[in-house]
């Protein structure tokens, strides 16, 4: 089962996403990082707009970011889309093309 972490940009501190709609987005995303081979997901808080979650995949932090709206307000619908954009990101990072993603 994947280990998924929220995290702070500004401090480092992890801390723990408990909106009640939140359960069901977070079991898809346990079963999107299962099916697609990532044991560790972790979203970081923008230190300047806390409505951004960077994404994490394994070790790859990445120039793509989710809405805290997708948690709570329980889009579940969206987030394997979301994720699978995600993972686009980190394929073009790794291919060279993360440089022009800014």
Do not use: C
């Not at 560790?40 to 806390?50: I, T």
């Not at 889009?75 to 954009?85: P, R, S």
């Amino acid at each position: 089962m994947a280990d998924i972490k929220f995290m702070n940009e500004s401090d480092g501190q992890e801390f723990q996403m408990i909106h009640p709609r939140s359960a069901r987005v977070l079991q898809d995303i346990r079963a999107w990082a299962a099916d697609n081979g990532f044991g560790r997901v972790v979203f970081w808080r923008d230190a300047d707009d806390a409505h951004k979650l960077w994404v994490q995949l394994g070790d790859d932090r990445l120039n793509y970011w989710i809405h805290d709206s997708t948690f709570t307000e329980g889009k579940h619908e969206t987030v394997e889309m979301q994720m699978d954009y995600a993972r686009g990101a980190q394929r073009r990072s790794a291919a060279g093309f993360g440089k022009f993603d800014k």
